[in-house]
């Protein structure tokens, strides 16, 4: 059991270190953009193209992180008056809708990332399919997340994500 959890911890790493490295490489590309357009009047004919790539796919993993942390929307104060037992089941119940969306995700995504295959990007000649991968990949985290939830493993890896939002709307514990 020990070593099925350091391997997912590895493959979660992982898909969070795509993410971040995703984020930092829009944001050089952007930089980039704007300091060749405003001193040089010239732009790379790729940068916009590879911006929104790398913004679609920073986007839907942070989605997948967000589950997995419990930074979703929830509405804790108006279930906090009702008995503990109606708690869990609410929440076992986010959980299955969760997991649901994760599947939506899996069959969609994959659907359009088959469908896309044989179109290509204009300026990068990659497939069309690159963009749209990042859904079924987003769901297989988003169903792993939700399942292991479910079972009642805390999949919170960094403390003190929880932002208030005034009058009692917040994150989940």
Request: aromatic share 12%.
């Amino acid at each position: 059991m020990e070593q099925i959890k350091k391997i997912a911890l590895f493959i979660d790493t992982v898909f969070e270190s795509i993410a971040l490295i995703g984020l930092a490489s829009m944001i050089l590309v952007v930089t980039l953009q704007v300091v060749t357009r405003k001193l040089f009047n010239f732009v790379f004919f790729w940068s916009e193209e590879v911006t929104l790539l790398l913004l679609v796919w920073f986007s839907f993993m942070g989605m997948a992180i967000g589950f997995r942390e419990g930074l979703h929307l929830g509405m804790d104060s108006l279930v906090d008056y009702l008995p503990q037992k109606i708690q869990r089941g609410i929440e076992a119940l986010i959980e299955v809708c969760i997991f649901g969306f994760g599947t939506y995700l899996i069959i969609y995504g994959w659907e359009f990332t088959v469908l896309m295959h044989d179109s290509t990007l204009a300026a990068t000649k990659l497939p069309n399919s690159i963009i749209y991968f990042v859904m079924p990949v987003t769901g297989l985290m988003t169903c792993v997340y939700a399942a292991l939830h479910l079972a009642g493993v805390n999949t919170k890896r960094h403390k003190g994500n929880e932002i208030e939002m005034g009058a009692g709307l917040g994150g989940r514990d």
